[in-house]
């Protein structure tokens, strides 16, 4: 699944790509996508110009001319494939934005769940996103109070898209090995400072340039991660042995040793 990283660097890539240029055709080709993105939807962005790029979570915001924005998701496979629209077309294309200097944008996604759609203005098609990680508001006071009504574990909380936008199954994870919190913990019974380690650990996991080399590589610098898919190996901090478990039907990975309850 792409993560916010991920979606991060595709809006870049769209942002490139598409910004100051006009939409020739926006065409949803596999039914599933037609579903919510009719054919008012595609008459609508004809012709306007794609003003700004902008992410939410995980979702792409299209800001046309007019008030008029088109929202992708890529779900688990989504992603932008840029080419000519002359080009043929990729076989898992679901959806292409083609401009009118020849260029097409193409949503290619092998199993068909990605989504776009067109809110009008003053319309949101967006569920209920918290704050984002990048948001100066996001600190322990915040988590504080988005958490102490939750009656689930700290790790289900995080990735509640409410609670922190974007954050996905693998960073919520990292962020808390990196916090020392253990991922079974009560949300709502995790001290404040506990929580403004947590709020750094979020950022330092989301931005990887800024990730201390040694606890995510080994010796031959392989490895991405501090304990996703890492079941069964040793804790990168502690030696103890990362243990797999299953919360809300999503694999967490973390250290019993040292990440306490
Ligand atoms: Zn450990």
């Given at each position: 699944m792409p993560e916010l990283p991920e979606v991060e660097k595709a809006a870049g890539r769209l942002r490139r790509a598409a910004v100051g240029k006009t939409i020739l055709a926006v065409r949803a080709i596999h039914p599933a996508l037609r579903r919510k993105f009719t054919a008012s939807h595609a008459r609508a962005a004809k012709?306007?110009?794609?003003?700004s790029i902008e992410r939410r979570g995980k979702h792409q915001l299209l800001h046309l001319e007019g008030g008029d924005t088109l929202v992708v998701h890529f779900r688990m496979n989504g992603d932008w494939e840029m080419g000519a629209a002359t080009e043929p077309l990729d076989r898992f294309a679901r959806a292409t934005i083609e401009l009118t200097d020849g260029t097409r944008i193409s949503l290619v996604d092998?199993?068909?769940l990605s989504a776009i759609t067109l809110d009008k203005p003053?319309?949101?098609?967006?569920?209920?996103l918290g704050l984002e990680a990048s948001d100066a508001a996001m600190n322990a006071k915040y988590l504080v109070d988005v958490l102490r009504?939750?009656?689930?574990?700290i790790k289900p909380a995080l990735m509640d898209q409410a609670v922190v936008a974007g954050l996905g199954n693998i960073y919520a994870a990292e962020a808390l090995w990196e916090a020392k919190i253990d991922p079974r913990r009560p949300a709502a019974e995790v001290s404040r400072p506990r929580l403004g380690k947590l709020v750094d650990a979020i950022r330092l996991v989301l931005?990887?340039?800024?990730?201390?080399?040694g606890r995510y590589t080994d010796k031959r610098g392989?490895?991405?991660?501090?304990?996703?898919?890492?079941?069964g190996k040793p804790c990168r901090r502690c030696g103890g042995i990362i243990e797999r478990i299953v919360q809300a039907g999503r694999s967490t990975y973390f250290c019993p040793k040292c990440q306490r309850r």
């Open positions: 012709g306007k110009r794609i003003d092998r199993r068909a003053g319309e949101s098609s967006l569920p209920r009504r939750k009656k689930i574990a931005s990887p340039k800024k990730r201390l080399p392989a490895g991405r991660f501090a304990v996703y898919d890492r079941a």
